[in-house]
T-cell receptor, first 112, second 113 residues
Framework: QKEVEQNSGPLSVPEGAIASLNCTYS??????FFWYRQYSGKSPELIMS????GDKEDGRFTAQLNKASQYVSLLIRDSQPSDSATYLC????????????FGRGTSLIVHP | EAGVTQFPSHSVIEKGQTVTLRCDPI?????LYWYRRVMGKEIKFLLH????????ESGMPNNRFLAERTGGTYSTLKVQPAELEDSGVYFC???????????FGPGTRLTVL
């Protein structure tokens, strides 16, 4: 069974701190990796995508990918209470397929 | 630009009844996807339309689920007859090209009693 694993949390960080969210995946041939943010009762929203090893930065968000170790992480710098949400890791596991396999998500709480 | 819309937002039905969920994708998006999230589990893929054709329906759980996209615009997902384990949130997403990012709708929360 090909899987995407995330710690369900909640991960609680103080405002202004760095929040680090981690995700591991089982399929070595995975090509595309995504982070979605989902506020309670709302739809998942794509916030980051990464396709090659290393770091990708977008504003306060940095995605990190290590294919050898099969993990992808999301760092949120200067965390704000508005960042409180569930963060879903998704991986395209089958070569050529664009259907993501989702993890269960990590709940992030940023407290003032 | 209007996003992906879904109707209804909530549905409560009894076991054995029929329910039809509707998804209106973003205008011009040929690709439409259905997903489901059961309580405590991850979001799981159900099927993928390209225009009116079913491209991939490998995630459909059984033949009680029927998805259609007549005319390649909106899509419906019918569950008949509904079972308790069908309860969950059903998401629809669309994209212009299958390689593009998918935009998700707000979901329909289905409760089968």
């Amino acid at each position: 069974q090909k899987e995407v694993e995330q710690n369900s949390g909640p991960l609680s960080v103080p405002e202004g701190a760095i929040a680090s969210l981690n995700c591991t995946y089982s399929d070595r041939v995975s090509q595309s990796f995504f982070w979605y943010r989902q506020y309670s009762g709302k739809s998942p929203e794509l916030i980051m995508s990464i396709y090659s090893n290393g770091d990708k930065e977008d504003g306060r968000f940095t995605a990190q990918l290590n294919k050898a170790s099969q993990y992808v992480s999301l760092l949120i710098r200067d965390s704000q209470p508005s960042d409180s949400a569930t963060y879903l890791c998704a991986v395209n596991m089958i070569g050529g397929s664009y259907i993501p396999t989702f993890g269960r998500g990590t709940s992030l709480i940023v407290h003032p | 630009e209007a996003g992906v819309t879904q109707f209804p937002s909530h549905s409560v039905i009894e076991k054995g009844q029929t329910v039809t969920l509707r998804c209106d994708p973003i205008s011009g998006h040929d690709n439409l996807y259905w997903y489901r999230r059961v309580m405590g589990k991850e979001i799981k893929f159900l099927l993928h339309f390209v225009k009116e054709s079913k491209q991939d329906e490998s995630g459909m759980p059984n033949n009680r689920f029927l998805a259609e996209r007549t005319g390649g615009t909106y899509s419906t997902l019918k569950v008949q007859p509904a079972e308790l384990e069908d309860s969950g949130v059903y998401f629809c997403a669309s994209s212009q090209d299958r390689r593009d990012r998918q935009f998700f709708g707000p979901g329909t929360r289905l409760t089968v009693l």
